[in-house]
């Protein structure tokens, strides 16, 4: 946890709010530019591993992948694979990571929201990863000809929106649950690339069996990135895109709650004194 | 006398290496039984296949016995990197590795024992790639054995290879498992591992080539699912072998390189 020493007191429940994320966001960012190869490598996997699909799916002649150019729905995908990542390494990883650190009971001694915490680690990584590699990563989609067909800028906006504030929101619920369950490490690589699969990542959700094919529906980042793919690469207005909007503002309240509860039950077990960790 | 000199020192690192073996591995037993992460290491490959396998589902499904023995293979590749090339700062974050440097064995010995210590995942990995691969997609396997035991062995020293030189360079940079997600994908990409390196656009097939990995991959498709003899693998055989008498060389020299330089700046264990 890091406050500005000497700092005035913030003039409203909300500027304390916004100084906390901001002073970790800008924390997380120090952090992370301090070792050149983490800056390097940073844009490389999702680059790398959006060609490395696309030649398999040319190897297999498919052109067109639930209805739009593979090249566009590798694109969008790349999108929630970075979206997701930072769920789990950042903002779901925020409050453990303070535990590894030894700073956790400090972290919930001090006035700080903790929900600030968690969403400023998420800030931060999308500053030095997410928008980095999702900008190399549109290169190369437009290097191979991806096809972008917006007609409604302001449903292209809402879906984008729409699709960062439900992944915070699902980093806000992890952040609880990993510290919980005592392998927040084991968890995250657990789950990392079964997502790709089942969220409809990098193969249409139509394509799995059941009941695999359920998990989506629930996934916010698997509506998020309907929403997009729809308004970026088909062109879709925002009554196409409404309901997929409803559910991604329904999801974010449930996990909102979900955190809330989650980050209240860490503070508890630390309280009591609780062994957070296993590993 | 000097026979039995030579004798007993090779019988004092073939001890260093056994005894570095079984304390990693009981220590990584005890990880991956506790922590669950044998689970992880086993179960994520079947994700891999399942994307690959609804890839070429509706399109190319003969390539898919290919990326079933590719991602077996794979396996081994894994822990070189993830596990191999990052156990000498491993040993630096626990402020274990001046010791180990300072130990009366040559330093390639522990290393070797340390780095097969990550069998036991090579295989659990392995076997449940084969088994989903049969399970799933229905993948008939046709093994030449010979051909197997002579394409496996190369394959496995030219990925241990790179292992160790990896493991040096992670001692450099100090952070280890960066430099190996950096690697990785670039091996994802060229190593043949979602497709055969011949379906990649030509300049990348070219670099990829230029890589021990791919001709593996090839080698040990055709081995295990073609019946195909040593003369039929000659084409990937050759240079497979090549780099399994070089890959080695140049992991044991990069390591010899990198120990000098790190020692000379007196970082060996500054973090």
Known sequence: MRLIAGAAPPSSPLAGFLAVVWATAWAEIQRRVAYAIHMIRGPVFPALYYLTLLIAYRAAGRSVVAGVDVEGYLLVGTIGILLWSSNLWASGYAIEHERQEGTLLALLLTPAGRSAVVFGYGLGDWAVWVLPSALVTGLLAWGF??????????????????????TLALGYALAGFFVLSRRANLLANFLQSPIYLLGGMVVPVSALPAPLDRFAAVFPISAGMDALRLTLLAGAGLGAIAPLLLKLAVLSAVLLVAGFAGLRLVERAAKRGDELGLE | MESTGWTSAIGHELAALRASWLVMLRERLDFIARGGYLLVWAIRPVFDLTIAGLIYASGRRDLLPYVVVALIANSALWISLFWVGEVLDRERMRGTLPALFLAPCSRLGWLIGFAAAGVTEVVA?????????????????????????????????SVGGLGVALSGLGLLVKKANHLSNLVSPVIMLLGGIYY?????????????????????????AAAALHRATLAELAPSLLPLALSALVCPLLGAAVFAWIDRLIRRRGELDLY
């Open chain 1, 145 to 166: 000809g991806v096809e972008l067909v917006v007609r409604d800028p302001l449903a292209l906006l809402l879906a984008a929106v729409g699709l960062l504030g439900s």
């Open chain 2, 125 to 157: 990995g392995a076997l449940t790639v084969g088994l989903a691969g049969v399970l799933l997609f229905d993948v008939q396997f046709d093994p030449n054995p010979l051909s197997l035991a002579v394409a496996l062995p190369l394959y496995l020293c």
């Open chain 2, 196 to 220: 055969p390196v011949a379906a990649l656009p030509e300049p990348l097939r070219l670099l990829a080539r230029a890589l021990p990995i791919g001709y593996g991959m090839e080698t040990l």
